[in-house]
């Protein structure tokens, strides 16, 4: 038995109640059904498979990429937990990890600008002045701006937005 569904109404509001027709293709009779829009929403995951623009699109803008291996670019997305990882093959999603908050630290002095790179990603804006690299990263909804002094952070601030 094959049933078609045909929806009907052109807005789905969270919650709401949308009447359907179900229609039995090998029979001429329709039932009327209820069925609750948060139902039909899915829930979209970053998945092996998906492309770059197809993560980006789910995941948000990589905050950071790198070449690990020949053929393998991995990069990472923020998201409420911490950071995704996600390693792509001939621009084919491979391998994703979820890597916990408390295993990326937060800034501290002392740091290099590689070390800050993978705790905060991209910088947003970049200024060097002799040995001073001044930088500034999106932030857990603020703007983390450091000082680096031949590659080592010696001074940091976030400032909310």
Not at 41 to 60: C, D, L
Not at 110 to 116: A, C, D
Not at 142 to 156: C, H, M, N, P, S
């Amino acid at each position: 038995m094959h049933i078609r569904v045909l929806l009907t109404g052109a807005l789905l509001l969270a919650g709401a109640s949308l009447p359907l027709q179900a229609q039995d293709e090998t029979q001429s009779d329709s039932t009327t059904a209820s069925l609750s829009a948060a139902a039909l929403t899915p829930t979209i995951k970053v998945r092996k498979g998906m492309t770059p623009a197809e993560v980006a699109g789910v995941a948000g803008r990589a905050i950071s990429s790198s070449l690990n291996w020949p053929g393998v670019t991995t990069s990472r997305y923020r998201n409420g937990t911490g950071i995704l990882e996600v390693d792509f093959t001939n621009d084919v999603a491979v391998e994703i990890r979820q890597v916990p908050v408390s295993r990326l630290g937060r800034p501290r002095k002392g740091l290099t600008v590689k070390e800050v790179k993978q705790i905060a990603g991209k910088p947003i804006a970049s200024n060097r002045e002799s040995h001073l690299l001044s930088n500034r990263y999106d932030w857990e909804g603020g703007i983390l701006e450091t000082q680096f002094l031949d590659g080592v952070l010696v001074a940091f601030r976030i400032i909310s937005k």
